[in-house]
């Protein structure tokens, strides 16, 4: 995948990180840097930093790092070719002929063009006779022609080949459309079939209005019921959501989170475009992430059975670590959205529109939650209630809104407040203890290396580990120095595998006369590349020195002259002997 050495550096030039990020991150100015809330991961306070010197970011919420290639292909899932694409045409420049491998790209941009002509399919097919059971279930749940045609919904017949010989026949290669999984191989291994028969589709549109997958509704009582694309090169079910299309023009900051596709048509046809649902999995951390990026404030619209409020406790967390306000909604009589908007007749929508604006914050609906189990009437079930609610109130990280609902508790239930506060003040400290706790967990983890899962052989030999993780970063950030590094320390004296390929890979480009992270990305795994922006970024705001460098190389040294559990073993007597008097005299 190379790339000129000065197309990549004109093209970086000219799409300022800084600039290229702006639409995604509300950043400002801190000294010569940015700092903004991370686009990648939930948080309230910002750690997302713009290094403007070199065009790189790291974040040390999340520990992700990159130049502005890699923020686009995170930001915008584009593999690299696809955001070089990108980003060259947003500076006008043209791209180089025949000097990389774009057959990653090219499977990307097939994968595209199957899912919109089976997306055409799938609706044509509606329209005719064989698809007259899917359009009677779409007729039967009140939508519209024009919603079917907004949303592009279809059906696959049960040919079980129909789609896969048509696309065929337009061209496509069995091995585009079983990557696309549109298609299934046999287990014979001669032939596909296709993976969507006798269901109601419903095709899942990114934010650039491309067919990225389908889920599909079963006619019969066949399970599971909902069948949906598995995990693609364009596609990955945990990182998107349905109509985010739609809802991201609603002009609203508030998004209706539903539990599946017909709650979210059925809102929409109601004129609520700003609905979205997940995609057959739980809500993710990752789907919070994005909600983010459109939305302040999220409202819950889950079934109000048991699996749904399962399903709210669950993401109410994971919304709330995001950053976004929450609130949820209560229908009435236990109805999802679809059924209480069309038990409402021609008022539907105005009624739906008076719960949403009427529904609690997510504190509310928890403690109401609550309250079911307790008897309220007894002096014992209204003190175990109490004591369940300075729990709840104990994790709300604001001492106001704490206060706030202390107070509204206090007074309803005729409790002294200094003796509730004394309860909550318990239960907060424990909180607190808590979390410190698995920070420090996590610390100690993070530098003994047993939580990095690429490079693993930190935890065998971590003193080494980090003297070769700091002495990279000083040849990066000093590549007069390489000859001199070269001079003291052969690579087959790191004990640290990828540290010693990157340690070659920058003391070739350096010697060679090249800039020493120009390529990264394109040279090393994504997580690898990643890696060596997290060493840069940690290594940030610390000085490394002359006398620091001397010091990395002697912890090398020493740790690369240590005999391992093998050698020790096949040493002879008069040899080890010699070894243990080498080691008296370098204490000495």
């Known amino acids: 995948m190379a790339f000129p050495e000065g197309f990549l550096q004109e093209l970086k030039m000219r799409n300022d990180l800084s600039e290229v990020a702006a639409p995604y991150v509300t950043l400002r100015r801190r000294g010569r840097n940015m700092v903004g809330l991370c686009p990648f991961h939930g948080e309230k306070t910002p750690s997302f930093n713009i290094y403007t010197e070199n065009g790189s970011f790291y974040c040390f919420g999340c520990g992700v790092g990159g130049d502005v290639i890699s923020f686009i292909m995170r930001i915008e899932n584009l593999d690299y070719v696809d955001a070089v694409k990108f980003l060259a045409q947003r500076a006008g420049m043209e791209m180089p002929e025949n000097s990389y491998d774009d057959s990653m790209s090219k499977l990307r941009r097939r994968i595209y063009e199957a899912n919109r002509e089976a997306a055409r399919y799938y609706y044509k097919t509606l329209c005719q006779p064989l698809g007259r059971e899917g359009l009677d279930y779409l007729h039967g749940r009140m939508l519209s022609d024009r919603t079917i045609r907004h949303f592009g919904l279809g059906f696959a017949d049960d040919d079980w080949t129909s789609l896969t010989v048509y696309l065929k026949s337009l061209g496509f290669t069995e091995h585009e459309l079983v990557s696309a999984n549109l298609a299934v191989p046999r287990r014979s291994g001669n032939g596909v079939f296709d993976r969507f028969t006798n269901r109601v589709m419903f095709p899942i549109i990114d934010l650039r209005g491309n067919v990225i997958a389908f889920g599909g509704r079963i006619m019969t009582d066949q399970k599971p019921k909902y069948l949906n694309t598995s995990d693609t090169p364009v596609f990955k079910k945990s990182e998107n959501l349905f109509s985010l299309n739609n809802a991201?023009?609603?002009?609203?900051?508030?998004?209706?989170?539903?539990?599946?596709?017909?709650?979210?048509?059925?809102?929409?046809?109601?004129?609520?475009?700003?609905?979205?649902?997940?995609?057959?999995?739980?809500?993710?951390?990752?789907?919070?992430?994005?909600?983010?990026?459109?939305?302040?404030?999220?409202?819950?619209?889950?079934?109000?059975?048991?699996?749904?409020?399962?399903?709210?406790?669950?993401?109410?967390?994971?919304?709330?670590?995001?950053?976004?306000?929450?609130?949820?909604?209560?229908?009435?009589?236990?109805?999802?959205?679809?059924?209480?908007?069309?038990?409402?007749?021609?008022?539907?929508?105005?009624?739906?529109?008076?719960?949403?604006?009427?529904?609690?914050?997510?504190?509310?609906?928890?403690?109401?939650?609550?309250?079911?189990?307790?008897?309220?009437?007894?002096?014992?079930?209204?003190?175990?209630?109490?004591?369940?609610?300075?729990?709840?109130?104990?994790?709300?990280?604001?001492?106001?809104?704490?206060?706030?609902?202390?107070?509204?508790?206090?007074?309803?239930?005729?409790?002294?407040?200094?003796?509730?506060?004394?309860?909550?003040?318990?239960?907060?400290?424990?909180?607190?203890?808590?979390?410190?706790?698995?920070?420090?967990?996590?610390?100690?983890?993070?530098?003994?290396?047993?939580?990095?899962?690429?490079?693993?052989?930190?935890?065998?030999?971590?003193?080494?580990?980090?003297?070769?993780?700091?002495?990279?970063?000083?040849?990066?950030?000093?590549?007069?120095?390489?000859?001199?590094?070269?001079?003291?320390?052969?690579?087959?004296?790191?004990?640290?595998?990828?540290?010693?390929?990157?340690?070659?890979?920058?003391?070739?480009?350096?010697?060679?006369?090249?800039?020493?992270?120009?390529?990264?990305?394109?040279?090393?795994?994504?997580?690898?590349?990643?890696?060596?922006?997290?060493?840069?970024?940690?290594?940030?705001?610390?000085?490394?020195?002359?006398?620091?460098?001397?010091?990395?190389?002697k912890v090398i040294r020493e740790e690369s002259g240590k005999l391992k559990r093998d050698d020790v073993g096949a040493m002879s007597g008069e040899d080890l002997n010699r070894y243990l008097e080498q080691l008296r005299k370098a204490k000495k």
């Open 248 to 553: 991201k023009n609603a002009g609203t900051r508030t998004l209706l989170l539903c539990e599946g596709y017909m709650d979210v048509i059925s809102v929409c046809q109601a004129g609520f475009t700003n609905a979205v649902a997940t995609l057959g999995t739980a809500l993710t951390v990752e789907q919070a992430v994005l909600m983010k990026r459109y939305a302040d404030e999220v409202v819950i619209c889950y079934d109000a059975d048991e699996a749904g409020q399962k399903a709210t406790a669950r993401a109410i967390p994971i919304l709330r670590k995001a950053g976004l306000l929450v609130r949820v909604l209560t229908i009435p009589n236990g109805k999802d959205p679809d059924e209480f908007i069309k038990s409402q007749g021609a008022d539907g929508p105005a009624a739906f529109k008076a719960i949403v604006e009427k529904s609690g914050n997510d504190t509310d609906y928890r403690l109401q939650r609550l309250r079911a189990d307790f008897n309220l009437d007894t002096p014992d079930g209204k003190v175990q209630y109490l004591e369940a609610a300075s729990g709840v109130i104990a994790t709300l990280s604001s001492a106001i809104e704490q206060d706030v609902y202390a107070t509204r508790l206090c007074k309803e239930f005729g409790v002294d407040k200094n003796a509730f506060m004394t309860q909550l003040q318990k239960r907060t400290r424990r909180r607190d203890r808590e979390s410190s706790r698995r920070e420090q967990q996590k610390i100690r983890a993070d530098l003994s290396g047993r939580n990095d899962r690429i490079n693993k052989d930190k935890a065998k030999a971590p003193r080494s580990s980090s003297a070769e993780e700091a002495l990279i970063v000083y040849l990066i950030r000093n590549p007069d120095a390489a000859e001199h590094i070269a001079g003291e320390i052969a690579p087959e004296q790191f004990q640290n595998s990828l540290m010693r390929r990157y340690y070659e890979y920058f003391l070739n480009r350096i010697r060679d006369g090249r800039d020493a992270m120009m390529n990264v990305t394109a040279d090393f795994t994504a997580d690898e590349a990643n890696k060596i922006y997290q060493m840069l970024g940690k290594q940030a705001g610390i000085a490394q020195t002359r006398q620091s460098l001397e010091e990395y190389i």
